[in-house]
């Protein structure tokens, strides 16, 4: 049995998974952070699933019936079980209306009663005859083992894929496991056969090569990366203790809130220096190790600074809405600057809880950040205030001049926390 949980909480996604896994021992279980991810694009494959579980807190601006809406025509799309909140203005009847299998509130999510009303939506989805549906994501399924064949310069790569943990448009990423070492990593590959798009895989080659040319404690260290015959492959470390994300909804302290943003920008200053400009700093892509050392991770929309190659269209939009820059917001050209006001996007999320900026629709965020005043912090935060202000600049001219300027902006600040 195979299960996407779509949802804008972490921690409820990890719970959830547990819950089931230990109830249903042979179920892969893929977590989908639609903030964290970004919108599922035409070719996502929903037929590789059985069931959906769909959360009302997407952190997106749209409650879940309107994204349901919006993909549930999409072709093999699972059954849903859609997860209830007191404070949403969805309803079960709304829902069911819908076309939603099944409903369950958020408090009862992570326990056994949602184990039994899955089985009962997938024993359904089988009687209508859905699973002449999946066939198809079959194919994919049985071409996974091409990863164990030569690849062209003779040597076998050999990994063990453990579990799908997410996808996009053209990629998916797999918790895999190496079968000479036994060694735990994250697998991120694309199927070359299928794709019509040759900047897709020129653009999965530069995210390969970028991270090649970085070694620092502070970013994600790659282990492997090729093609095969049909797969391009790119092999990472795999961080024990999760992401920033987690973190936030849990709560930060203002003292981890600034020794976060430092070591964040020490990973900035290191790809800086190589002429790389992230372009998606958010806390989904800050991940912690085993050692609770942090590191910037996901350079898929990165790109060196004098790279005149372009693989997007003038004036198209790349990164996450809640953490553009006002020059990414408008399709500009960006450097290194436009990390910084992402990374204060960050730092402002950790000081308060919540985003400093919100809207409805991705129009209205963008709009925000390009016009909207720098928010100000709650008064037991305001020391910090002057950070914001300069990393949350609309001019890049205003920003801290590089990352090492900022970790000098922020190193006086650190006694205050003693």
């Known amino acids: 049995m195979k299960l996407i949980i779509v949802d804008g909480s972490r921690e409820t996604m990890a719970r959830t998974r547990r819950v089931i896994a ?40 749209e409650d ?46 992570p326990t056994l009663r949602t184990v039994a009303v ?84 020129q653009r999965f080659a530069r995210e390969a090569k970028i991270l090649a040319g970085l070694d620092s404690p502070h970013v994600v260290h790659l282990r492997d990366h090729g093609f095969t015959r049909d797969y391009g492959y790119i092999a990472m470390e795999f961080f024990t203790r999760g992401d920033l994300k987690q973190r936030i909804e849990h709560g930060v302290t203002a003292a981890d809130a600034l020794n976060y943003l430092l070591h964040i920008a020490e990973g900035l200053k290191v790809i800086h220096a190589a002429g790389v400009v992230h372009r998606d700093i958010k806390p ?22 004098d790279d005149t190659t372009r693989l997007t269209r003038q004036g198209s939009i790349l990164g996450t809405p809640n953490y553009l820059s006002p020059e990414q917001a ?41 016009h909207a005043p720098i928010p100000r912090l709650p008064p037991d935060c305001m020391r910090y205030q002057t950070v914001v202000d300069r990393l949350l600049a609309k001019r890049p001219a205003d920003r801290p001049e590089s990352a090492e300027a900022l970790i000098n902006l922020l190193l006086p600040l650190l006694p205050d926390l003693n």
């Open 284 to 305: 989904g892509n800050i991940m912690f190790r085993a050692d609770d050392s942090l590191a910037l991770a996901d350079f898929g929309i990165s790109r060196r600074i």
């Open 64 to 109: 879940s019936l309107a994204w349901l809406q919006r993909h549930g025509r999409s072709s093999g799309f699972p059954p849903v079980l859609l997860v209830l909140d007191p404070d949403a203005p969805v309803t079960e009847a709304g829902a069911l209306k819908q076309g939603v299998a099944a409903c369950v509130a958020r408090a009862e999510l």
């Open 118 to 201: 899955l089985h009962r939506m997938v024993k359904a989805s089988v009687v209508r005859g859905r699973g002449a549906v999946r066939r198809d994501a079959s194919v994919y399924r049985e071409a996974l083992p091409a990863l164990t064949q030569q690849t062209p310069d003779g040597k076998g790569i050999g990994y063990r894929f453990v579990r799908l943990i997410g996808q996009g448009e053209a990629s998916r990423v797999y918790l895999a496991e190496r079968m000479d070492n036994r060694a735990t990593l994250v697998l991120k590959i694309i199927d070359t056969s299928r794709i019509t798009d040759p900047q897709v895989a």
């Open 22 to 61: 230990s109830a249903i021992p042979d179920i892969e279980v893929t977590e989908y952070d639609p903030e964290q991810q970004g919108e599922p694009g035409n070719a996502f494959d929903w037929s590789l699933y059985d069931a959906l579980i769909l959360g009302n807190r997407l952190g997106t601006p």
């Open 330 to 370: 408008l399709g500009l050209e960006v450097d290194h600057r436009a990390d910084l006001y992402c990374a204060g996007i960050v730092f402002f999320e950790m000081l308060t809880g919540h985003k400093p900026f919100h809207a409805e629709s991705a129009a209205g965020l963008i709009y925000q950040h390009v």
